[in-house]
Every structure is written in C-alpha cells, then in structure tokens.
C-alpha cells in the first residue's frame, strides 16, 4: 500500500511538472485578410511584440505563451467557426477577442456557450453584450453613442470658425453606425444643423455617388462613421469631384493609410494613445514605441506609429498578464472575479469594469485627434493636447 501511494505521487509531481513546461495557449483570430486587414495588422504586430517581450520575462506563472492565431477573414461568420475551433479542437488556456464589432460579437456568442472569458478591445455596442465573462479592454465607454460624438462636437467647436451645418455620412458596420446615430442627436445639442444624413453597406468600395450628395450638401462639418480604409476612399472620391471637406472626422480609420494619403490632410478621429507627451511619459509605453518601431517597420506597414489600435491592442494583453498574475490562475471564472474587483494600469490610462455589462461608465480614456503634417496628433482636450497643437481647419 505503501508503494502504492508513493507511486502515486511520484505519478502527480511529475504530470504538474509535465504541465509547468507546457506552454498557455491563447486563442483568437484576426481578420488578416478583407476589408478589416489593414487596421487588423496593426493589432498582429503590437500583439506578436507583447507576447515576445512577456516570455522573456518567464511568461505566464512560469509558462510560456503560444498565441494561437487564425485568419476570420472580416467575416463574422469565419470568426464564430474558428473560435469554436480554438476551443474545441485547438483546446486553448485562454481566449482573446478579434478585431471589429460584429467579429467581436460571434466571438463573444462562442464564449458565452462554452463558458470562457475572453478579453477584446474593439466592441462598440455595448447594449448587444450582457455576457458576465467578456471584458472589454480598448477603453470604450458603456454609452459611445452619447460620449464620443459629445467629445467630437465639443472638440470642432475649438475650430477657427466653429461648424454651424453637418453632413453624417456612414457605414452600416454595427459600431460606427450606432456611434452616428448618436451624432445625429448630439448635432442638435450643440446647436449644429443636420443637412445630410447618407449611409452606405460595409464594405462597399464605390463612394462617387455619396461624394455627389456630400458636395450638393456643403456641410462646415463632415461626420463620417467609417472603419478601416472606407473614409479615405470617401475622401478619394470628394477630390475626384474637386471638393474639399472644411472639418472631416472619419471614426476608426485605419490610421496609416490615411496618414500618408494627401486627400486626408486636417481629418480628425478619436484616439486613447498617441506619440507625444503626456502620453509617452509612461516608461512602458516608451518601451513598446521603440520595438513597435522596428516591427511595424519590418511587416510593411504604411504607418509605423503608435496610436488607437495599437495601444487598445497592447493594453488587451496588458490586461491578460494582470488578470492572471492577479488571480494566479488560468481558470476562466477566478480571472474575471479578479477584473470585477481590480483596475488595470495600461499604456492608455487605466482600465476597470464596474457597469453591468463590464465597460467603463465613459470616454474617460477618449481623446479627439488630428492628422496634421502628416502625423496625428491629440487637439482636444487640451491638457492632452501636443505642444502647440489646436484643431485646423480648410
């Protein structure tokens, strides 16, 4: 009987030793490919440089950590059959969100069916999503509709001329789409008249016809609820027709495209994170910046600086390794107790989830940006506003 249980022991110290050499698996997609791709490399690189740098320093409670990443190709439908991949066939330790709402959304329906959590960053309808395991990390609000047009109205109205007329145009994307509607309201708030209201299917790549519309209209404000590239093909067909927008806001364009575009000069767009200080006064973020840099660089992409998408990308990961060493667990439902009752210091502030469906209660973390020289820079507010930095207009 003796030997028995010592045999037995010996059997379990070397199968949690077995264990400890294996690394934690994390799962998620990206869309790599399709309309989304451009912003969605963004969040690949800054991702690849998180786990890199966090398994040199030993990785998760001792293990390393293997990102086991897969294309959804923009297209929800891909998305909710990988995760259900990564989960059932892959057996992964944890899972990590894709980029874009309506992805994040199949995502999320397959973590609520197997009972996982799952971190993501870029969800931005939050009313769709009562799942008690998911946690937004990108640092959206619980009310984008109201607080992020409000933070974009209030900051054209430090204009030279601030607008009297707006034209929302938009994509019929879930986020940006219900984020414009919101604009719609906060126009008449701010006693800023709507003289055009024009929406388009995502992923449509003809904008002649809407930039006709855009023209006849001749808005001081052109609010444009765009992802991905469609704001600067908006703007392509605009020059086409030799119009220039006075004020433009595009809402989550991917930000290298539109930074080397010549056509996009002055846009505006919202950010949690940019390259100038106060920002970069955080030694992390310093440190992520330089080897961003160099990654960014080395994949081909456009625009090799920090913004939005990065940080909300590097914050996500930031939030896992705290979560975990928090917790010191990989178990799905210990992790999320230890968010619920913990803030996160992140490159971009700090994260926390106390409203029902875990978002922070505001756009705290939100700021107002413009594409000026050809760099983005924060105009609003002012205490986070570059050196010298005001909102320019034509």
Same mark, same amino acid.
């Given at each position: 009987m003796k030997i028995t249980k010592w045999l037995g022991a010996v059997a379990l110290s070397v199968s949690f030793a077995a264990l400890a050499q294996q690394p934690v698996?994390?799962?998620?997609?990206?869309?790599?490919?399709?309309?989304?791709?451009?912003?969605?490399a963004i969040h690949k690189v800054a991702?690849?440089?998180?786990?890199?740098?966090?398994?040199?320093?030993?990785?998760?409670?001792?293990?390393?950590?293997?990102?086991?990443?897969?294309?959804?190709?923009?297209?929800?439908?891909?998305?909710?059959?990988?995760?259900?991949?990564?989960?059932?066939?892959?057996k992964v330790d944890l899972l990590i969100g894709p980029y874009a709402t309506a992805n994040i959304l199949a995502a999320?329906?397959?973590?609520?069916?197997?009972?996982?959590?799952?971190?993501?960053?870029?969800?931005?309808?939050?009313?769709?999503?009562?799942?008690?395991?998911?946690?937004?990390?990108?640092g959206l609000p619980a009310d984008p509709e109201v607080s992020l047009p409000e933070k974009v109205f209030s900051a054209v109205a430090q204009a030279p001329t601030p607008p009297k007329t707006v034209a929302i145009v938009t994509s019929k994307f879930p986020s940006v789409h219900f984020i414009s509607i919101g604009a719609r309201e906060m126009a008449k708030k701010h006693g800023v008249k709507e003289v055009a209201w024009l929406e388009w299917e995502f992923g449509n790549r003809d904008f002649g016809a809407i930039a006709s519309r855009v023209k006849d209209a001749d808005a001081d404000f052109l609010f444009i609820g765009a992802i991905g590239v469609e704001g600067l093909l908006l703007l392509d067909a605009l020059a086409k027709i030799d119009y220039t927008p006075r004020l433009h806001f595009h809402m989550f364009p991917a930000p290298g495209p539109m930074a080397k575009s010549p056509v996009a000069r002055n846009a505006l767009s919202l950010t949690t994170?940019?390259?100038? !200080?106060?920002?970069?006064?955080?030694?992390? &973020? =310093? +440190?992520?910046?330089?080897?961003?840099?160099?990654?960014? $660089?080395?994949?081909?992409? !456009?625009?090799?600086?920090?913004?939005?998408? &990065? =940080? +909300?990308?590097?914050?996500?990961?930031?939030?896992?390794? $705290?979560a975990v060493n928090g917790a010191k667990s990989f178990e799905d439902k210990a992790l999320a107790a230890w968010l619920k009752k913990n803030r996160v210091d992140t490159i971009m502030g700090t994260l926390h989830w106390e409203t029902a469906n875990n978002y922070i209660p505001g756009a705290e973390l939100y700021k107002v940006k413009q594409l000026q020289d050809g760099k983005w820079l924060v105009v609003y507010p002012k205490e986070f506003a570059a050196?010298?930095?005001?909102?320019?207009?034509?």
């Open positions: 698996r994390v799962g998620g997609t990206l869309a790599l490919t399709g309309p989304l791709s451009a912003t969605a991702g690849e440089i998180y786990v890199d740098e966090l398994n040199k320093r030993g990785g998760l409670l001792g293990r390393k950590v293997e990102w086991v990443l897969k294309d959804d190709q923009s297209k929800p439908e891909v998305a909710r059959t990988l995760y259900e991949q990564v989960v059932t066939v892959d999320i329906g397959v973590a609520q069916r197997f009972n996982r959590l799952i971190l993501h960053h870029t969800a931005g309808v939050p009313q769709l999503i009562k799942y008690d395991l998911q946690f937004p990390t990108g994170f940019e390259e100038h !200080p106060p920002f970069t006064n955080n030694p992390n &973020a =310093a +440190a992520f910046i330089k080897l961003y840099h160099e990654r960014a $660089a080395k994949a081909g992409l !456009p625009d090799t600086a920090v913004d939005l998408q &990065a =940080a +909300a990308s590097y914050a996500t990961w930031q939030t896992l390794e $705290a050196p010298g930095a005001k909102v320019l207009m034509r």
